[in-house]
């Protein structure tokens, strides 16, 4: 069974620019969440989708949204680039929205803005 | 809400001596605690997760975790380290009441040396 996919890997964006960034899930995953990594923050929940549906949202600005399409495959947006949003940018997938299903983990998009 | 605290951002090791990494969590329900490991330009590989269904948690690539509700505990050990686990390594955790969000420790970056 494929992982996690997550397009494209790499990214370079200028400040004010807007990107979109994509997951496709497991297989039979319909629960999405989205994390930003960097070195100074660590890894920090952005926002959880489910069944088109965001259900959970971390402490971020509006100009971050995502969106969650029918067939569970998953887009976060980032309007507006500022150089703090230089970071890694991970998906992860899971049967559902419960906390009892583990979150398996794509390859993450590194998106740099100059 | 829920936290998590790894003591030790940077552990060295011999190859083939024990590895300790330290995990303390925070949280006001029964949580579920997980250990991820991060390899260089990847995303994050599930080794262990604890789920209430008993204290000693046996994982991946020969790791094991403790679940210690007295000391708010869940450090990770392996009797041997190998070159191979040189990595970083989370310990996250996820309240029954948070859906699929996990919150996760600043991270060690384990060094191997021959």
């Known amino acids: 069974k494929a992982g996690v996919t997550q397009t494209p890997r790499y990214l370079i964006k200028t400040r004010g620019q807007q990107v979109t960034l994509s997951c496709s899930p497991i297989s039979g995953h319909r629960s999405v969440s989205w994390y930003q990594q960097t070195p100074g923050q660590g890894l920090q929940f952005l926002f959880e989708?489910?069944?088109?549906?965001?259900?959970n949202k971390g402490n971020f600005p509006g100009r971050f949204s995502g969106r969650q399409f029918s067939n569970s495959r998953s887009e976060m947006n980032v309007s507006t680039l500022e150089l703090g949003d230089s970071a890694l940018y991970l998906c992860a997938s899971s049967l559902g929205p419960t906390s009892a299903y583990e979150q398996y983990f794509g390859p993450g998009t590194r998106l740099t803005v100059t | 809400a829920q936290s998590v605290t790894q003591l030790g951002s940077h552990v060295s090791v011999s190859e083939g001596a024990l590895v300790l990494l330290r995990c303390n969590y925070s949280s006001s329900v029964p949580p579920y605690l997980f250990w991820y490991v991060q390899y260089p330009n990847q995303g994050l590989q599930l080794l262990l997760k604890y789920t209430s269904a008993a204290t000693l948690v046996k994982g991946i690539n020969g790791f094991e975790a403790e679940f210690k509700k007295s000391e708010t505990s869940f450090h990770l050990t392996k009797p041997s380290a190998h070159m191979s686990d040189a990595a970083e390594y989370f310990c996250?955790?996820?309240?029954?009441?948070?859906?699929?969000?996990?919150?996760f420790g600043e991270g060690t970056q384990l060094t191997v040396n021959p």
């Open positions: 989708y489910f069944s088109e549906t965001q259900r």
């Open positions: 996250a955790v996820r309240a029954e009441t948070s859906g699929s969000r996990l919150t």
